[in-house]
Each structure stands twice: as C-alpha cells, then as structure tokens.
C-alpha cells in the first residue's frame, strides 16, 4: 500500500472528450475529474470538493454561447465560494474574460489552449487556495481577525481594500473613500495615516456636513486677527493643524462651490491663505476624503468640481456595506462586546445563540455605526451573562429554509460548529461545562475545536 499522499482535486468542466482527454494526461501531479455539462460538473463539486476548477463557457445545451457556463459558475460559487474558477474559452475572448471576473472567476485561458500556460495558472491557484486556506485557519485560531491594525474583517473585499491602502500608504497621492454612512470611511482613513510614513504627524479630520456653510471656510483655512467681527485673534485652520500628517475630509461632496474652488487651488499649490490674510503658507499633509455620495454624477451635473474631483481622487477605494460582508457582523459584534463590556456592563461576557444568529441575519442598513449602537444598547438591557436577540431589539431569524449545504459533510460540520459555538458562549468558554453541555468529554471537544480551526475569545479559556 502506498503511504503517498492524495493528489488534490483538479475539476475539468469540459464538453470537447478530446481536450479533457489531453488535459487529463496532462495534469498528474492532480487527481483529475471530468465533467462534460453543468449537471455532472455540480455533482461532481459536491463529491469531490476541487480546490480548483477549470470551466468552459460554451458548455451544452449552448455550446456555441456563454450562458451555460455563466449558470455552471455561479452556482459553484455560491455552493463553495473558496473554489478557484478558472474559465476557458474562445467566445469573445475577452468581453468573455471581463464578465467572468466580473461574475467571480479566479482567472481566464482563452482558447485554443496552451497546456503549458494553463498548467501555471493552475498550480498558481492551488498555491493561492493553500495560502488562503492556512490563512484562515491561523486567524480562526489565533483571533487574528484585523487588517490595517484596527479594521475586523474576515470579508475578501474588505481585505482586498485593506491591501490596496497598504501599498498606497508610503506615498503621498489623495485617496478617495466611498461608501455608505457608517461604513467605517474613517477608519480606513485613520489605517492608512497609521501605516503612513507620516504616522508620527497629526490626523486631523473634519466633517465637512456637520458645519454650518458660512463657518466652513473659517474651519479649513483659519483666519487673521480682525479679518470679521469677533476675531479677536489669529486662529490656524485644520489644513495648517494637518502640517506633517494627514487631513481627511470627511463628506467632501457638501463642500459648496465656492469654497471647492480655494480648496482645489490648495490641492494644487499647496499654498494657503488664511482670511483676511495675504500671506502664502505652505502646507506639507496628505489629504484623504470620504463621501457617500456619487460624486462624479454631481461633477457631470455641475454641482461638484469636476477638476477637483480629479485631484482628490488619485486612487478610490469603495467599501462594502457591513450587510455585503458575510461574517463580519458577528466579528465586529463580539470585538465590540469586548471593547465596551468593561465600561457598560461588566457582567456581561458573550452572546447568547439566538443573539449572533440574529446579528448574522440582519441587513444592518445602519451598517457598523448601527451595529455598534444595538451592541452598547443590548449592554444596558442584559440581565445575564450572555446578550440575547431580545437585548439587541432584533428578530430571531427562523421559518425561511437555508440553501442546501456542498454536501453531506459540511452540513455536519456546519452542524456542529454551531453546536459548539452555543455551547462555548452559554458555558463562557469553560472546556469541562462546554463538553458536559455537548454531551461529550473534554478530549473530543480539544479535537474538535482544532479541527475545525474555532477560537475560544482572547485567552480567556478555562478548563475547570
């Protein structure tokens, strides 16, 4: 018997017996399925559950078409969103290419393929799928749920928006953060000043919404001694304050017009001119701005500068709303329990079951900033240890069917990950009264809790 290990699982979604015969030989180093439609190709997924999967557009019953393929891929990814889809083809090539990265593919082979050049993207998304895999783990593990220091997130997309922000952060171009209110714009901004090489300077923010039009100005650029009635003094502006740092701008699209026009020539100069003042001050910051409005609908439509949009949006960033980011509700929920409880409420150590099933429900139209406020008012309202829906003024998610699982297996595993996630936060992560509540012994449960990669909160394990 041979103590080798199993190869991994490569998927062919490929009609032409020709072609999955050759890539077939090919691929030794896989254990190579073939799959000639979508039907088989999705049973064969849920069989086998590939790493990776090479998928052909033109698939039948529309073999000279692309909608087959689109179907067969959407529905691998929301049956195993960490698959690695690979599409090949030869229809429009890269209209094709564009759409399927666009619907979620890893990357694209157009046809006629070269064996050689399809191989390396393979084993490239083998290694990426590895590394992401054990990346999981570690973080499930280890709590190691932040990005940029301070963000919790285990959602790609706002992974992906933490990497970009480092990359850009040792240079000195304008960022642009979009997003929905109570996005966490600030955040990030406050993320890239802190990975900045302008770290030890000042982050100055201003919320340019929340000060009346007239005083604005007076805000950003200061004023001169006598320069309007009641200025009894020099005062520095938050540009001049930002010397060194950083200055975000926080709803920059209700900055009015006429002020866009002096904060474009700064943006453009680096010069300022405080009011009633006549002399240039230089001023060395970096500037970031958010807004959760379209600005570049309201530069077509004359309403936002169109230059200045251009000057302040050397490079956007668009954050997701927190009910677009699968499992980082109940991420920052728990994050922020910890952070607050001291203060609030003491007693109170985790979520009950019914609390973090409803967190994961609920559509967070208020987004973070809601959550954070339902979070300190469940502290307020709790009467135990544990935090229940009712706490949070949520509803108990139930009577809609879940979609059915990958396979039998993670439907167990499933299964049980919640079962031992209720257990630990009715049993305030004690070993001995988690494995009594489950009904099995202590060494089970050590076993179980590796296996599935599950965390126990911040050291706080007992094992009485």
Request: net charge negative; charged share 25%.
């Given at each position: 018997m041979s103590d080798a290990p199993p190869r991994p699982a490569l998927l062919v979604v490929e009609d032409d017996s020709g072609l999955a015969r050759q890539l077939r030989w090919a691929y030794e180093a896989y254990e190579v399925i073939v799959a000639p439609d979508?039907?088989?190709?999705?049973?064969?997924?849920?069989?086998?559950?590939?790493?990776?999967?090479?998928?052909?557009?033109?698939?039948?019953?529309?073999?000279?078409?692309?909608?087959?393929?689109?179907?067969?891929?959407?529905?691998?990814?929301?049956?195993?969103?960490?698959?690695?889809?690979?599409?090949?083809?030869?229809?429009?090539?890269?209209?094709s290419a564009l759409e399927a990265i666009a619907r979620g593919a890893w990357?694209?082979?157009?046809?006629?393929?070269?064996?050689?050049?399809?191989?390396?993207?393979?084993?490239?998304?083998?290694?990426?799928?590895?590394?992401?895999?054990?990346?999981?783990?570690?973080?499930?593990?280890?709590?190691?749920?932040?990005?940029?220091?301070?963000?919790?997130?285990?959602?790609?997309?706002?992974?992906?928006?933490?990497?970009?922000?480092?990359?850009?952060?040792?240079?000195?171009?304008?960022?642009?953060?979009?997003?929905?209110?109570?996005?966490?714009?600030?955040?990030?901004?406050?993320?890239?000043?802190?990975?900045?090489?302008?770290?030890?300077?000042?982050?100055?923010?201003?919320?340019c919404a929340a000060i009346p039009e007239p005083l604005l100005e007076a805000e950003l650029f200061g004023h001169e001694k006598g320069a309007f009635t009641g200025a009894i003094r020099s005062v520095e502006g938050r540009i001049e304050q930002a010397e060194g740092g950083t200055l975000f701008l926080d709803e920059i699209g209700d900055v009015p017009l006429a002020l866009q026009v002096k904060l474009?020539?700064?943006?453009?100069?680096?010069?300022?001119?405080?009011?009633?003042?006549?002399?240039?001050?230089?001023?060395?910051?970096?500037?970031?701005?958010?807004?959760?409005?379209?600005?570049?609908?309201?530069?077509?439509?004359?309403?936002?500068?169109?230059?200045?949009?251009?000057?302040?949006?050397?490079?956007?960033?668009?954050?997701?709303?927190?009910?677009?980011?699968p499992g980082d509700a109940v991420l920052l929920a728990r994050h922020m329990l910890r952070r607050h409880a001291g203060a609030v409420n003491p007693q109170v150590k985790a979520f009950a079951a019914d609390a973090e099933q409803a967190i994961a429900a609920w559509g967070w139209p208020g987004n973070v900033r809601e959550l954070e406020n339902r979070i300190k008012r469940a502290l307020v309202m709790a009467e135990g240890k544990a935090i229940t829906a009712a706490d949070l003024d949520l509803p108990?998610?139930?009577?809609?069917?879940?979609?059915?699982?990958?396979?039998?297996?993670?439907?167990?595993?499933?299964?049980?990950?919640?079962?031992?996630?209720?257990?630990?936060?009715q049993a305030q992560n004690n070993i001995s009264a988690t494995a009594r509540l489950l009904g099995i012994s202590r060494p089970t449960l050590y076993d179980l809790l590796k296996a599935y990669g599950i965390g126990v909160g911040e050291g706080a394990l007992s094992a009485r």
């Amino acid at each position: 018997m041979s103590d080798a290990p199993p190869r991994p699982a490569l998927l062919v979604v490929e009609d032409d017996s020709g072609l999955a015969r050759q890539l077939r030989w090919a691929y030794e180093a896989y254990e190579v399925i073939v799959a000639p439609d979508r039907a088989v190709a999705i049973e064969a997924l849920r069989l086998h559950e590939p790493a990776v999967v090479t998928l052909d557009l033109g698939l039948p019953p529309d073999p000279d078409g692309v909608s087959e393929g689109f179907a067969a891929l959407a529905e691998m990814l929301s049956l195993k969103p960490d698959v690695k889809v690979i599409v090949a083809s030869g229809h429009e090539a890269r209209e094709s290419a564009l759409e399927a990265i666009a619907r979620g593919a890893w990357d694209f082979c157009a046809k006629p393929i070269d064996i050689d050049t399809l191989g390396h993207i393979v084993a490239r998304a083998f290694h990426v799928h590895a590394l992401e895999a054990e990346n999981a783990r570690l973080a499930a593990l280890t709590g190691g749920d932040t990005v940029l220091g301070a963000i919790v997130t285990a959602d790609p997309a706002m992974q992906k928006v933490a990497r970009t922000i480092e990359r850009v952060a040792q240079t000195d171009i304008s960022v642009m953060i979009l997003g929905a209110s109570g996005a966490g714009k600030e955040l990030v901004a406050r993320g890239l000043h802190a990975t900045s090489r302008r770290a030890k300077g000042p982050f100055v923010a201003i919320n340019c919404a929340a000060i009346p039009e007239p005083l604005l100005e007076a805000e950003l650029f200061g004023h001169e001694k006598g320069a309007f009635t009641g200025a009894i003094r020099s005062v520095e502006g938050r540009i001049e304050q930002a010397e060194g740092g950083t200055l975000f701008l926080d709803e920059i699209g209700d900055v009015p017009l006429a002020l866009q026009v002096k904060l474009l020539r700064f943006c453009q100069e680096r010069v300022i001119e405080r009011i009633g003042g006549r002399k240039p001050i230089p001023v060395d910051t970096r500037i970031v701005c958010a807004t959760h409005r379209d600005l570049e609908t309201m530069a077509a439509e004359g309403r936002f500068r169109e230059d200045l949009w251009y000057r302040l949006a050397e490079l956007v960033v668009k954050l997701p709303p927190l009910a677009e980011r699968p499992g980082d509700a109940v991420l920052l929920a728990r994050h922020m329990l910890r952070r607050h409880a001291g203060a609030v409420n003491p007693q109170v150590k985790a979520f009950a079951a019914d609390a973090e099933q409803a967190i994961a429900a609920w559509g967070w139209p208020g987004n973070v900033r809601e959550l954070e406020n339902r979070i300190k008012r469940a502290l307020v309202m709790a009467e135990g240890k544990a935090i229940t829906a009712a706490d949070l003024d949520l509803p108990t998610p139930g009577g809609a069917a879940d979609p059915l699982p990958l396979n039998l297996r993670a439907a167990r595993e499933a299964a049980d990950r919640h079962a031992i996630a209720a257990a630990l936060a009715q049993a305030q992560n004690n070993i001995s009264a988690t494995a009594r509540l489950l009904g099995i012994s202590r060494p089970t449960l050590y076993d179980l809790l590796k296996a599935y990669g599950i965390g126990v909160g911040e050291g706080a394990l007992s094992a009485r």
